[in-house]
């Protein structure tokens, strides 16, 4: 083996250690980020840290709020300052009782063992699915969104309803202007052809159809995931739901995610999508779903939930004027940002920004919690 070969080994191993202390930190990590970093090590060597730590900030980071636990993570593995404080620190045994609510709890410590004066036990209790409720998607791992997936079958999207033409029977003996006079003469008979009691028919009322546009931009990666489960969800749970995937171009996912295999639905939704993790260009998705779809009549009159960060390579004045088209056509426009939970956020950004003034309901989307809040949201009438 070459020199050259055991540099680019050695930046390889330090690129995937490193990479799982920052997985450590609460931090998403994908495979290519990790590629990418040990690319720039066998560029820039593992000898200079101002260099690899700039390396690891452009390659390994995709939010900015990540950065304070990018800085944690350095510190642990490059500077070591977790394992001098650790030095310098005894130890304290510690025996943690843990009850996290099912009937496998862990045991207590032996009875007739010898009692340990400097041992201190912790009780502690806790709920798995609560605190998954409220786990941020960004910071899911593969087991949990696993986990999430089967949560999210739960969720009942009944949709706001609308009248209909259809007649149905009237409750009771309400008085309509629908006399029913098959069930007038049905009920006559009874009584020796008198139509005593007269019977009536009033309009029923269905489920607004509910469309839903999420953005797969690179931007949008860290809840995409997520989000598109969401979608299975709602299309295998109820009717009359369309749904869209946004990034430079607009695709019609609906067929795709109506698989009751969520991962097989999944699998063939990113096979029709080609523009996955790409720019974001929400404007021109908007008009093309506009055109094709939209004021066409799917939009008319339903209840049209938008899940996207706002981030938007286009004009802002292309985005809100096909805003401005949808609203005049749907009952009500939802939109969803997973960023909206982050502390001191406000909508700055550009497409946010323009799209804002045509919104009915602004809502965060960033866990099962808020995506629970959201079925509300879609659920009022």
Not at 230 to 252: K, S
Not at 328 to 352: C, D, F
Request: proline letters at 5%; a positive charge.
């Amino acid at each position: 083996m070459t020199r050259e070969a055991d540099a680019a080994t050695g930046g390889d191993r330090i690129a995937v250690a490193f990479a799982a202390v920052l997985r450590g930190h609460g931090v998403d990590v994908p495979v290519g980020s990790v590629l990418a970093f040990a690319r720039a090590l066998g560029e820039v060597g593992a000898s200079e840290r101002t260099a690899v730590y700039w390396a690891g900030r452009a390659t390994l980071l995709r939010r900015p709020e990540d950065a304070v636990a990018y800085d944690a993570a350095f510190g642990t593995f490059w500077l070591q300052r977790d394992v001098i404080h650790t030095l310098r620190s005894v130890p304290e045994p510690v025996t943690v009782a843990v009850d996290d609510g099912t009937d496998d709890v862990a045991p207590a410590p032996d009875d007739d063992a010898p009692a340990d004066p400097q041992r201190r036990i912790l009780h502690v209790r806790y709920s798995a699915v609560e605190t998954l409720r409220h786990k941020d998607f960004a910071t899911y791992t593969h087991a949990e969104f696993d986990e999430a997936r089967r949560l999210m079958a739960g969720l009942r999207l009944g949709g706001a309803r609308r009248k209909s033409r259809r007649l149905h029977a009237a409750k009771g003996n309400r008085r309509t202007s629908h006399p029913d006079l098959r069930r007038t003469v049905h009920d006559s008979l009874r009584l020796h052809g008198e139509p005593i009691r007269r019977r009536y028919r009033e309009p029923s009322d269905r489920p607004r159809r509910l469309v839903l546009l999420c953005d797969v931009s690179g931007s949008m990666d860290a809840y995409s995931r997520a989000l598109l489960r969401f979608l299975h969800a709602a299309i295998v749970g109820r009717g009359r739901v369309e749904a869209f995937a946004i990034g430079t171009r607009t695709t019609r996912v609906t067929r795709e995610l109506s698989s009751h295999d969520p991962d097989a639905a999944l699998a063939a939704a990113a096979r029709a999508v080609d523009d996955w993790s790409g720019g974001t260009r929400l404007g021109a998705g908007l008009r093309a779903f506009n055109d094709r779809y939209g004021v066409r009549g799917m939009a008319r009159g339903a209840v049209v939930v938008v899940l996207s960060d706002g981030w938007d390579r286009g004009e802002p004045d292309e985005l809100a004027t096909q805003m401005g088209r949808l609203a005049r056509v749907a009952h009500r426009i939802v939109w969803v940002n997973p960023l909206k939970s982050t502390p001191g956020y406000a909508p700055l950004a550009r497409g946010m920004a323009a799209a804002l003034p045509y919104v009915d309901e602004f809502v965060e989307g960033h866990s099962l919690a808020s995506l629970e809040r959201l079925a509300e949201v879609v659920n009022r009438p």
